[in-house]
């Protein structure tokens, strides 16, 4: 009999060569960029929105995993779910049956979305796209997927298609056929259509990168578009769905809106069990499940495991007991309020914006000589290297995690916990203004800390 595992001890014992381990077996860049900008930190614990390092300093979480932890680390009510989900011992997984669980989650799902009839589970953001983008290009017949320029829909092959951002894209063609459109453009996006060779276009409500939310009522007439031609509109909520924006999607801020297919992951998982979920009108499923010979035409190995289903259903119903996405509401117009009445105090702030819990906030260049002579050496070294300037002090000072939202971008994205509070707003707002005060000073830690990855730039 194999002896006991102690993962507890194993942690204890190789804990400190964390960062070592990473650089000789992983991706050996990632503690080289956390080694760079000081955020090679060691914690050792984590609960609701805020992390623990050894010495029990506390670090309030403005990032959620990128939008995974909508509840927080560790809800005891999701954690209870999974550890009697394994204590049932269910015939998992057996391919020849037709499980619960699965069942009671998508019907769940979709009693938050009017209009939407089905669901295929998946495991990851990702893999719920790459499912949008296959259904959509059966179901119309045509393989064109137009997309958003600086969208992110995910970097697999297919998904990695639909991606805006060029960076991304380099060096890993031929990919499918695509096109990009600018967000919001009605004449670019017709204009494509009359070829007629386009399946469908995938869109986030609000773009994670640089918080960019799409045109009031753009949604609505480009679907209409769309549908003239006999193209579908895939709505990408993997980061804005599950109550990030005040809705429990983002598309729901436009009035009368139903997807044809809407993609899901991240807060669903209850940050324990990864999943993915697309939802989507009958007729598309009917087309690609269209006989039994076509039962398994798509499936995942893992989808639909008790365990993520378990994760599901008890974050979901967490947030209805909770009022979590009520909370995400309330709390995010506050800050919002909070963060746009500094934009008219602070001459290098220039926009907040966003919805929800979802929250952008943009630099831009001063007008005073001093201060555009500085931010103008930033610039020319690295364009996003302002905002970075004030993310390290967020954390190294403030022990605030936030996150530049895109490459070459002056914008910090602020995707925090759902069940963040009124106090966890006033920790931010007032270490946000000691940095701005700082900032158009001229001096002090913050610039310091710019000539160092202006330094780093250059090299």
């Known amino acids: 009999m194999a002896e006991s595992f102690d993962l507890a001890a194993l942690l204890t014992e190789r804990g400190p060569e964390r960062y070592e381990l990473h650089a000789k077996y992983l991706n050996p860049q990632l503690p080289r960029m956390l080694h760079t900008i000081g955020f090679d930190k060691y914690y050792e614990r984590a609960a609701g929105p805020y992390f623990y390092d050894a010495e029990g300093n506390e670090y309030l979480d403005m990032l959620a995993g990128f939008g995974i932890f909508a509840l927080g680390r560790h809800h005891p009510v999701v954690r209870a779910a999974v550890q009697q989900v394994m204590d049932l011992d269910l015939p998992d997984l057996t391919r020849f049956e037709c499980p619960t669980l699965p069942g009671l989650l998508a019907e769940k799902l979709l009693s938050y979305t009017p209009g939407l009839e089905r669901v295929f589970f998946g495991n990851s953001g990702t893999e719920a796209v790459e ?58 996006l017709r204009k494509e259509l009359k070829r007629g060779d386009v399946a469908a276009l995938i869109v986030e409500p609000i773009q994670g990168k640089g918080v960019t939310v799409a045109p009031t009522g753009w949604l609505s007439a480009a679907q209409a578009l769309l549908h003239e031609h006999k193209a579908l509109l895939i709505c990408d909520e993997v ?3 599950i109550g990030r924006t005040g809705d ?18 991240k807060a669903l998982s209850g940050g324990y069990v990864p999943i993915g979920a697309t939802l989507g009108k009958s007729w598309i499923f009917d087309k690609v499940y269209s006989s039994m010979d076509r039962v398994l035409v798509h499936s995942a190995s893992f989808g639909s495991n008790a365990q ?38 602070y001459e290098l702030l220039a926009d907040v914006r966003g919805r929800g819990l979802m929250i952008g906030i943009e630099f831009g260049r001063p007008k005073s000589l001093k201060l555009r002579t500085s931010w103008t050496a930033v610039q020319a070294a690295r364009k996003g290297l302002f905002a970075q300037m004030v993310v390290v002090p967020l954390l190294q000072r403030y022990r605030i995690l936030t996150q530049v939202s895109g490459d070459h971008l002056e914008v910090i ?23 701005m005060d700082e900032a158009h000073h001229g001096s002090g830690l913050m610039w310091d800390f710019g000539k160092t990855l202006v330094k780093g730039a250059v090299r």
């Open 308 to 345: 993520a289903m378990a994760a599901g259903l008890a974050t979901l119903h967490v947030m209805e007991q909770e009022k979590v996405v009520e909370n995400a509401r309330a709390v995010g117009d506050l800050f919002r309020e909070r963060l746009a009445a500094l934009v008219d105090e």
């Open 239 to 241: 980061q804005t769905g």
């Open 413 to 435: 994205k602020l995707i925090p916990p759902l069940v963040v509070t009124e106090r966890d707003v006033d920790t931010f707002v007032r270490a946000f203004t000691e940095i």
């Open 131 to 188: 499912t949008a983008l296959k259904f959509a290009r059966y179901a119309t017949g045509k393989k064109r997927v137009l997309y958003c320029d600086h969208a992110f829909h995910g970097l697999t092959t297919g998904s990695l298609s639909v991606n805006g951002e060029s960076g991304f894209r380099k060096g890993f063609d031929p990919l499918l056929p695509d096109t990009a459109i600018p967000l919001g453009d009605l004449g670019a």
């Open 248 to 265: 429990f999607f983002a598309y729901q801020h436009e009035e009368g809106l139903v997807p044809d297919l809407v993609c899901a992951a």
